[in-house]
């Protein structure tokens, strides 16, 4: 059994991934082109923004969000301490400071109320000028937006969404990736819409940014010139192979794979109940994407034991995540020592991720849940 199964994927979208990949070897058109802007035009209409701009990587997408904005030496951006490194990599490698912030033990999402208390310890202690709140998707669940925006508008902030996991997600009604100024995603294999190597993408409505993000992923360059280069910039570009791919996946992430995908989480949450575990919450007006299926284990489980005996029965498990992000030995010495953070650390001791992908059965659902009840 795989923990995300690719292969079962490609084997019903054999030929038309197939087909794409080699229009594109004929074609030998493998930067840019038509079927990258053609993937823009439906990545931006499904999530319902007026710009999307590919790149190279999820990671690169919120450097170039960063940058577009002039994030750096001196700005504070508030990150959960419970996420992938990257949100808190990017910022502190534009020279901002992340500040960590704790997040919420049921959804796993930064906690509004601690981010409001981070927003106004920072700014009495005058040391960094707060900028940006980057608010995470985690495991296919939108943030809390509705009270997020309403603190960034409070308090002069710009939002990025880092929809990296988040992609297909919403909250009453609307996209995840359109939160944000700036909102953006990683196209990684693993993360909810995955191509067949690194890919990412930057989302937003505002008209000048697109145009600054566009010319900052290609060595900065004038819109019409590619080699009048006005802003140092990165090489950060989609390949039009994984283009390709995408707009085969994105069009079977549409017709049923999101379906599929909340109907194994269904099955999940049915089979679990009353068992000890704690369920992922999926709060009123939400909808997940399910990047991850994550549990809580009873307090004192062997988690390492546990996830011994599922393996042996063949069954993969991921710790999504073992480190609170203030512990991470690269953000030593910055701000990360004033982190408050109780409820990241509970659940680093606690979580246990599932397999879960679009084309998970009843009858695997039954054999995992089956032999996690037992093992418990
Ligand atoms: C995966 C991920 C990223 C980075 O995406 P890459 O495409 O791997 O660079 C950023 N943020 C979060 C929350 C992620 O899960």
Redesign the pocket.
Known sequence: MEFRDLKKQYAVLKDDIDKSIAEICTSAHFISGGQVKELERQLAEYVGVKHCITCA???DA?TLALKAWGTGRGNAVFVPDF??F??GECPAAEGAVPVFVDVDEHTFNIDPDKLEQAIIRVKSEGKYIPRVVAA?DLFGLPADYRRIKAICEKYGLLLLE?G??GFGGSLNGKMACSFGDISTT?F?PA?PLGCYG?G?AVFTDNDELAAVVRSLAVHGKNAENKYDNIRIGMNSRLDTIQAAVLQVKLKAFREYELDSVNKAAAMYNEALENTGLVLPAVGEGFVSSWAQYTVQLPENTDRNALQTRLKEQGIPTMIYYMRPMHTQGAFAGTDSENADCPVTEKLCGRVLSLPIHPYLTREDIDFITGALKSAL
Do not use: E, I, R
């Open positions: 990587n999820g990671t919120l996420t992938f990257s949100t995470v880092d990296a996991q990683s990684f993360k690194d990412g």
